[in-house]
T-cell receptor
């Protein structure tokens, strides 16, 4: 399976600011995904990021709040914009193995907004 | 009704016991079923991956899918303290890589 790293691993931010989370994969992948994991809630898909095209956002998530970049086949960023305490969560990136359709997750970024 | 229901109640078992976890779902289009294990402050790790109905065994782990009842299960035999983690069920439809997750079950195996 692919090895996925995320930066930062955690951060504490002030409301109204923005944070960019990086996701790096050790192999080229077509599909990358960004999820949010809030306490007591299910993992929820934010958007799907394909290289060379605009990210596709799930219902309830918008590009202005969560802009995503996918400059190449091994890297993606998710920005959490104009943060509020409700954005406190773990943000996870994942990749899909096209041969097996299995999805593998990074270690996550733990964000606290004060 | 949520797409995937998983009772999040913590589960404590003595070492060596069988752990039984389950999820129900409402979307009959789901064809792929997964169990992830998540240790504290780590990302989810794919544990079991099955397609359609049936059983799959991998070491001490057995995954069962009953599509007629929209019910999936994970069994852990001879549980070990290292199995203490949160277990998440997930599923997706054919041709759709969006995973729908349950809330997760926290399991504690007591030595």
């Amino acid at each position: 399976s692919a090895v996925i790293s995320q930066k930062p691993s955690r951060d504490i931010c002030q409301r109204g600011t923005s944070l960019t989370i990086q996701c790096q994969v050790d192999s080229q992948v077509t599909m990358m995904f960004w999820y949010r994991q809030q306490p007591g809630q299910s993992l929820t898909l934010i958007a799907t990021a394909n290289q060379g095209s605009e990210a596709t956002y799930e219902s309830g998530f918008v590009i202005d709040k969560f802009p995503i970049s996918r400059p190449n086949l091994t890297f993606s960023t998710l920005t959490v914009s104009n943060m509020s305490p409700e954005d406190s969560s773990i943000y996870l990136c994942s990749v899909e193995d096209l041969d097996s359709n299995e999805q593998f997750f990074g270690p996550g970024t733990r964000l606290t907004v004060l | 009704q949520k797409e995937v229901e998983q009772d999040p109640g913590p589960l404590s078992v003595p070492e060596g016991a069988i752990v039984s976890l389950n999820c129900t779902y409402s979307n009959s289009a789901f064809q792929y079923f997964m169990w992830y294990r998540q240790y504290s402050r780590k990302g989810p790790e794919l544990l079991m991956y099955t397609y359609s109905s049936g059983n799959k065994e991998d070491g001490r782990f057995t995954a069962q899918v009953d599509k007629s009842s929209k019910y999936i299960s994970l069994f852990i035999r001879d549980s070990q303290p290292s199995d203490s983690a949160t277990y998440l069920c997930a599923m997706s439809a054919s041709g759709n890589n969006r995973l729908a997750f349950g809330k997760g079950n926290q399991v504690v195996v007591i030595p």
